[in-house]
């Protein structure tokens, strides 16, 4: 049984550095792969992204890539690993690098598949009301979340669950799972499970506009439209006064007995307020 296991991270957000640094206290890492750095648009400097932060912050070789190329897969190979790791990463590893490890390719995905495949299971989970939800570890094959089930873990989502706080939950379930997962493996004891193709459900990228909320519209709908959207692509309405429309971001807002109550809002080109300052300049 291989002790320290050569295993490649593949990861770009804050909910990734979750899962790399469970990966690392308990196997170590080879290496890690996430984004270049990004470039601020007023200052022109470069912006850390936290899974880079994390990879020099630990000596961890880094591969920093916007595509997996030829000369990419390559330098991966170089590290002769014996598993990939991806966890919120983004892009989908081409059939030439899932063959590369030498045990397997393991996905962490937020979500109890066959349901919710697809790049945004966890604002899925809260759109549609849903009570449980949780998290699968799965064997990476050419199909998008297809892959044979190694763990799952449910999770019992909170009243006022928000997709930070579902991501955020369900990361630390999955770096738990990962490294029982890679475990089972270095011991000859994984058991791969076939997903049930009639039950696959599938989700979408989502675009700004999928924010757009309507106040007189059904108030739980809109509660789980703020809690799913708050971080990305947020939550909006339109209002028209004087012959012009104004889009309003909803910073902040409440649910209590079937009641929807907006309390911060961000009006078109106006700094952040309070809802009734706002509804009072539409007077």
Same mark, same amino acid.
């Given at each position: 049984m291989i002790k320290n296991p050569r295993i490649i991270f593949f990861?770009?957000?804050?909910?990734?550095? @979750?899962? !790399?640094?469970?990966?690392?206290? #308990?196997?170590?890492?080879? !290496? @890690?792969?996430?984004?270049?750095?990004?470039?601020?648009?007023?200052?022109?400097?470069?912006?850390?992204g936290p899974v880079n932060a994390f990879a020099r912050a630990h000596h961890i070789p880094l591969v920093e890539a916007e595509k997996l190329t030829p000369d990419i897969i390559e330098k991966i190979k170089s590290f002769s690993p014996d598993f990939l790791v991806v966890a919120d990463y983004g892009l989908i590893l081409?059939?030439? *690098?899932?063959?590369?490890?030498?045990?397997?390719?393991?996905?962490? #995905? #937020?979500?109890? *598949?066959?349901k919710?495949?697809?790049?945004?299971? !966890?604002?899925?989970? @809260? *759109?549609?009301?849903?009570?449980?939800s949780g998290v699968s570890v799965i064997l990476m094959t050419p199909g998008v979340d297809e892959g044979d089930i190694l763990a799952q873990i449910p999770y019992e989502l909170k009243p006022d669950e928000t997709t930070d706080s579902l991501l955020t939950e369900l990361n630390k379930l999955g770096a738990q799972a990962v490294v029982e997962v890679i475990e089972k493996y270095l011991e000859g004891t !994984?058991?791969?499970?076939?997903?049930?193709?009639?039950?696959a459900t599938v989700t979408?990228?989502?675009?700004?506009?999928?924010?757009?909320?309507?106040l007189s519209g059904n108030p739980e709908i809109?509660?789980?439209? @703020?809690?799913?959207f708050g971080t990305w692509p947020g939550t909006f309405f339109v209002v028209k006064h004087r012959g012009k429309e104004t889009r309003v971001k909803i910073k902040k807002a409440a649910f209590q007995?079937?009641?929807l109550t907006i309390q911060r809002v961000v009006p078109e080109n106006k700094k952040e307020m309070s809802y009734e300052d706002f509804l009072r300049g539409l007077s």
């Open positions: 990861g770009n957000s804050k909910y990734s550095v @979750i899962d !790399a640094e469970a990966l690392r206290k #308990h196997f170590g890492l080879s !290496a @890690i792969v996430t984004l270049p750095d990004s470039i601020n648009r007023q200052t022109k400097k470069p912006v850390q081409p059939k030439s *690098l899932l063959s590369v490890p030498l045990y397997a390719p393991l996905n962490i #995905h #937020h979500s109890l *598949l066959p919710y495949r697809g790049p945004a299971p !966890a604002p899925a989970a @809260i *759109l549609n009301g849903d009570k449980v !994984a058991q791969p499970k076939k997903q049930n193709e009639k039950q979408k990228y989502m675009s700004r506009n999928d924010g757009l909320i309507d809109n509660w789980r439209k @703020i809690r799913a007995n079937g009641v």
